[in-house]
Structure formats: structure tokens, C-alpha cells
């Protein structure tokens, strides 16, 4: 999976539009515009890394000389103290880029690094981890590209992708068959209907009108392992709804198909990165 450098570019103008109106006030003022340094990534915890290349990609908007070499790519892991990339050029060129740069790698980072510890969590059940659609917005490209270096997959990007009834759809149409009907009537054949349920009768509804994916909204790991026995295979299960790292694994070896965590995305910590500057 790879990010468009356009959409990346997008990004990181509009960080920079707004980080520095046309000066920056303490490095121009008081930094010699033929002074060089060397600068160093620095890693100060644990996990994985994502971001690296968008991360260094700032510099080059600001200042097409600054030079970059990178010891550790995205999807590896980081351990506190290791050197990530170690930039070289103008002093001024580094300051200016430094907190956009860093701001998107520590984000990037915290998102890989917190899907790589529910993936672990999972490990040794069939269930996959998923992101969704709670994405910052703007960013919802890079958030989902470092779900996946983190080991997890993506679910839908975006309204178009597929077809998910929420409950508030199910409500305002009226019920799960009537639109699942109806839905299959205009949609292509590309496309999967997603149906949530919240209780064992709706489950039933989605599971003979066709659904090719079923929910399972903010159930217990009892009631979630009950509708694997029902569906038995005849749909994709997804469990959804207050899951973290301290029950994910309960949920995951209830056999469901998929875990989505918007959490991952919507609630990340940061990853602690510092940027140290070394004089030539």
C-alpha cells in the first residue's frame, strides 16, 4: 500500500500554510541563512514506525537541499533511543519543518503502534483487526495507511465504497429486509451490503435477507459467540462497538470474522519522536 505523493503534498502545504505565515520569527531572526547542522529522529519508546517518508518530505517543500537517510522504514519496530533518519542541511530549513514533520510522524506512529498491540492481542483466533470511518479529518489516507503498517486492514475509506446500514438507516427506512431489498435492486454487483444489528432477531433478519456482512454492535463476548453458532459461515461477522486492548481478546476468540476499533484513529496517543539537532 503505498500513499499518492499528491495527497501527501496536500497535506503537508496545508500544515505548513499554516505553522508559518510568511516568517518565522525566531529562526530568521536569529539564524545565519548559511548556517548548516545535521538533525537526528530520535525514537524516546517503544513500537512501530509509520510516516518516515511524509515525515522527511516536509523538508523538501521548505528547502529542496536538505538531505535525508533513513535507518528504519515504516512497519518496523522502533525501541526507545534508536535513530530513525538523520537530515542534513540549511539550520533554518530544519526549524521551520520541524514540528509539521514531527507532528505527522508522531500521530503516523501512534496509530501503527496501537493497531500492532490489538493485532497481537488477536493472535492465535481468526479475527482480523479493522479501523473505520472516525478518521481526523483530512488525514483519513495517512490514518488508515498506518493502521495497515501496523498489521491491521481497512475497512471502507469513504460513503461510496460499500453499502452499511447503520441502525439510524434501518430506523428511517423502516426495516433490514425492506432495505437490503431494495439496496440490491440499485446497487452494482461490486458492491457488499453491510447490515448492523443489535439483538439476535435483527441478526436473523440480516442473515436471510442476504447480507454479505453482519455487525454485531456493542454485543458481549456471549451474545457475539451465540451469533457465530447461528450465522455459521453464511456471512462475514464484524464486532463492533467499546472494544480496546483490555477485551479484545475475548472478543476475538468468540470466532467473529473482524474487529473495528475506532479508537485506533479517533482516540491515539502520539508516539513520543523528538528531532536533535547535532552542529556540523
Given at each position: 500500500?503505498?500513499?499518492?505523493?499528491?495527497?501527501?503534498d496536500?497535506?503537508?502545504?496545508?500544515?505548513?500554510s499554516?505553522?508559518?505565515?510568511?516568517?518565522?520569527?525566531?529562526?530568521?531572526?536569529?539564524?545565519?541563512?548559511?548556517?548548516?547542522?545535521?538533525?537526528?529522529?530520535?525514537?524516546?519508546?517503544?513500537?512501530?514506525?509509520?510516516?518516515?517518508d511524509?515525515?522527511?518530505?516536509?523538508?523538501?517543500?521548505?528547502?529542496?537541499?536538505?538531505?535525508?537517510?533513513?535507518?528504519?522504514?515504516?512497519?518496523?519496530?522502533?525501541?526507545k533511543?534508536?535513530?530513525?533518519?538523520?537530515?542534513?542541511?540549511?539550520?533554518r530549513?530544519?526549524?521551520?519543518?520541524?514540528?509539521?514533520?514531527?507532528?505527522?510522524?508522531?500521530?503516523?506512529?501512534?496509530?501503527?503502534?496501537?493497531?500492532n498491540?490489538?493485532?497481537?492481542?488477536?493472535?492465535?483466533?481468526g479475527?482480523?483487526?479493522?479501523?473505520t470511518?472516525?478518521?481526523?479529518?483530512g488525514?483519513r489516507a495517512?490514518?488508515?495507511?498506518a493502521?495497515?503498517?501496523?498489521?491491521?486492514?481497512n475497512?471502507?475509506?469513504?460513503?461510496?465504497?460499500?453499502?452499511?446500514?447503520?441502525?439510524?438507516?434501518i430506523?428511517?427506512?423502516?426495516?433490514?429486509?425492506?432495505?437490503?431489498?431494495?439496496?440490491?435492486?440499485?446497487?452494482?454487483?461490486?458492491?457488499?451490503?453491510?447490515?448492523?444489528?443489535?439483538?439476535?432477531?435483527?441478526?436473523?433478519?440480516?442473515?436471510?435477507?442476504?447480507?454479505?456482512?453482519i455487525?454485531?454492535?456493542?454485543?458481549?463476548?456471549?451474545e457475539?459467540?451465540?451469533?457465530?453458532?447461528?450465522?455459521?459461515?453464511?456471512?462475514?461477522?464484524?464486532a463492533?462497538?467499546?472494544?480496546?486492548?483490555?477485551?479484545?481478546?475475548?472478543?476475538?476468540?468468540?470466532?467473529?470474522?473482524?474487529?473495528?476499533?475506532?479508537?485506533?484513529?479517533?482516540?491515539?496517543?502520539?508516539?513520543?519522536?523528538?528531532?536533535?539537532?547535532?552542529k556540523?
Open positions: 500500500m503505498m500513499l499518492p505523493e499528491f495527497y501527501v496536500e497535506v503537508i502545504k496545508r500544515a505548513l499554516e505553522d508559518i505565515n510568511y516568517i518565522d520569527m525566531a529562526t530568521d531572526m536569529l539564524i545565519d541563512e548559511k548556517d548548516v547542522c545535521e538533525a537526528e529522529f530520535v525514537a524516546k519508546a517503544a513500537g512501530i514506525l509509520a510516516g518516515i511524509c515525515a522527511l518530505r516536509v523538508f523538501t517543500f521548505i528547502d529542496s537541499g536538505v538531505e535525508c537517510e533513513v535507518f528504519i522504514h515504516d512497519g518496523e519496530a522502533v525501541n533511543g534508536d535513530i530513525i533518519a538523520r537530515i542534513k542541511g540549511k539550520t530549513s530544519i526549524l521551520k519543518g520541524e514540528r509539521t514533520s514531527l507532528n505527522i510522524l508522531q500521530h503516523m506512529s501512534g496509530v501503527a503502534t496501537a493497531t498491540r490489538l493485532v497481537k492481542a488477536c493472535e492465535g483466533t479475527a482480523t483487526v479493522a479501523d470511518r472516525k478518521t481526523l479529518p488525514l495517512m490514518e488508515k495507511y493502521v495497515w503498517v501496523g498489521g491491521g486492514r475497512h471502507r475509506f469513504n460513503l461510496s465504497d460499500g453499502a452499511m446500514l447503520k441502525d439510524n438507516h430506523d428511517a427506512y423502516g426495516s433490514i429486509t425492506g432495505a437490503v431489498e431494495e439496496l440490491r435492486k440499485k446497487i452494482g454487483h461490486m458492491v457488499k451490503i453491510e447490515v448492523e444489528v443489535r439483538n439476535e432477531a435483527e441478526l436473523w433478519e440480516a442473515m436471510n435477507c442476504g447480507a454479505d456482512v455487525m454485531l454492535d456493542n454485543m458481549t463476548p456471549e457475539m459467540a451465540e451469533c457465530v453458532k447461528i450465522v455459521g459461515g453464511k456471512a462475514v461477522l464484524e463492533s462497538g467499546n472494544v480496546d486492548e483490555s477485551n479484545i481478546a475475548e472478543v476475538a476468540k468468540t470466532g467473529v470474522d473482524i474487529i473495528s476499533s475506532g479508537a485506533i484513529t479517533h482516540s491515539v496517543k502520539a508516539f513520543d519522536i523528538s528531532l536533535k539537532i547535532r556540523s
